[in-house]
C-alpha cells in the first residue's frame, strides 16, 4: 500500500517529506493509521548513522498509537476502529524457547525491528512510525487500554517498557529500595514507575539541578554523584539501581551503593561503557546486568499498569515538519522528558497530490 512519511535520506541531511510502499496485508495483519509518534533517542541514532548499520532512505518511530482501519482474514485480536500500539518490534521467530514464553525480544533468531529491520517473510526493509500507516501481523499490535491517554501513550512501549521490564525482573514492590541513574525519557518514566509499584525512589545525577522536579515525579530522594560524603553514606542501601544514560560513562561510583545481592541494570547506553573495577562486585555479592525493551506480553502489562495506576509520561507535542528541530533539542537533553508527534500533521507531499 502507497503511504508517505518523513524520512532520513542520508547521516548528515534533515529529515524531508518522503513517499513509500508498505508491503502489502496478509491474512494475519492490521492495517493502522498512526495518530501519535513518540521520538526516541534510537531514533536520532539511526537517523544519524551513530551505531553505523543505517541504510538510507530509513523511516525511525517505534512509539506509535493508531487507529485500526483494516485486518487479514484471519485477525481475531483486534477490529476495525480500536485504538492500538505498535512498539519496538513487530515479528520473531514465534517458535524458539523465548518467543514461546513472551521475551519475544529475545528471540534465539532475532527479532524484527519496527524499522530498520528486515521483513521475516518477504525481505523487504520494515518502516517505522513517523508515516501515515503502518501494517503489522496480529500478535505484535497492542490494545491500548480504556482510558489511556492516545496523545501521550506512545512513550510508554519504549521508554515506558524498558523501564518496566527491569523493575518487574527484580521483583521490586512496597519496600524496595530502588536508585534511577539520569532523568530523561527512560529515568523519568522508571521513577514514576517505581513509586507506583510502592518502591521507595533515589534519583542520582552529578548535579542538584532536577531535585525539585523528581521529587514532582515520585522519587522520594535525590543523591548528587558528585558529592563523595552523600556517595558514601548512600553505601549498601539499593536493592536495584537502573541506569538510564545513554551514552558512555563510568558505572564504578555507584556498585558499591548496592546492598549485598543488588543490581545494577542497564538500560541507556548500547555500546560501551568505561572500564569497571570488580572489587565492590566480588565483595557485596552485587551484580551488573542489561535489558532491553520488553517482550509483547509485558509490553501489554505496561500500558494496562499505567491505565490503572494513571501513569502518563511528561511530553511536549510537536508538529511533523518540527522534527528536525527536535532532534537537535533531544541532543541537547532540552525536552521534558518526550517528543511526541502529532501525525494528523503530516500531510502529502506535494508530489504525490493528484
Known amino acids: 500500500m502507497k503511504t508517505y512519511a518523513f524520512a532520513a535520506t542520508s547521516a548528515d541531511e534533515p529529515l524531508e517529506p518522503f513517499s513509500f510502499e508498505r508491503r502489502a496485508p496478509r491474512a494475519n495483519d492490521v492495517v493502522i493509521e498512526i495518530l501519535y509518534c513518540g521520538v526516541c533517542h534510537s531514533d536520532l541514532h539511526t537517523a544519524r548513522n ?90 505484535f499490535v497492542l490494545q491500548v487500554p480504556e482510558g489511556l491517554d492516545l496523545a501521550k501513550a506512545g512513550p510508554l512501549l519504549c521508554a515506558g517498557a524498558t523501564t518496566y521490564s527491569p523493575l518487574r525482573t527484580w521483583n521490586i514492590g512496597p519496600g524496595s529500595r530502588v536508585g534511577v541513574i539520569g532523568m530523561g525519557g527512560l529515568g523519568h518514566m522508571a521513577i514514576k514507575l517505581a513509586a507506583a509499584m510502592g518502591a521507595r525512589v533515589t534519583v542520582m545525577s552529578r548535579t542538584p539541578e532536577k531535585a525539585a522536579d523528581a521529587r514532582e515525579l515520585g522519587a522520594d530522594t535525590f543523591l548528587v554523584s558528585s558529592d563523595p560524603k552523600a556517595m558514601e553514606e548512600a553505601a549498601s542501601t539499593f536493592d536495584l539501581i537502573i541506569d538510564t544514560v545513554p551514552a558512555k560513562h563510568e558505572i564504578d ?99 504525490d497530490a493528484v
Request: charged content about 25%; aromatic content about 6%.
Open 253 to 351: 561510583p555507584y556498585i558499591p551503593l548496592l546492598d549485598v545481592d543488588g543490581t545494577l541494570c542497564v538500560v541507556g547506553q548500547i555500546g560501551p561503557l568505561a572500564e569497571m573495577n570488580s572489587i565492590p562486585l566480588l565483595l557485596g555479592r552485587r551484580r551488573v546486568a542489561g535489558s532491553a525493551i520488553a517482550g509483547i506480553a509485558q509490553t501489554q502489562e505496561t500500558l494496562d499498569f499505567c491505565a490503572r495506576k494513571n501513569i502518563l509520561p511528561e511530553v511536549e507535542m510537536i508538529r511533523m515538519d518540527q522534527i528536525n528541530e527536535a532532534f537537535e533539542r533531544l541532543e541537547r537533553s532540552d525536552v521534558r522528558y518526550r517528543f511526541v508527534i502529532d501525525m494528523a500533521t503530516l500531510t502529502k507531499p506535494q508530489s
Open 50 to 139: 551513530d551505531w553505523g548499520w543505517t541504510n538510507y532512505p530509513i523511516v525511525v518511530g517505534h512509539e506509535i498509537v493508531g487507529r485500526v482501519i483494516d485486518v487479514g482474514l484471519d485477525v481475531t485480536r483486534h477490529k476495525v476502529g480500536d485504538h492500538v500500539a505498535v512498539g519496538t518490534m513487530v515479528d520473531s521467530c514465534q517458535h524458539c524457547d523465548q518467543c514461546r514464553k513472551g521475551e519475544e525480544q529475545l528471540c534465539r533468531e532475532g527479532n524484527t525491528q519496527t524499522f530498520a529491520g528486515v521483513d521475516r517473510i518477504s525481505g523487504e526493509p520494515t518502516w517505522g512510525g513517523y508515516s501515515k500507516h503502518i501494517v503489522v501481523r496480529q500478535e
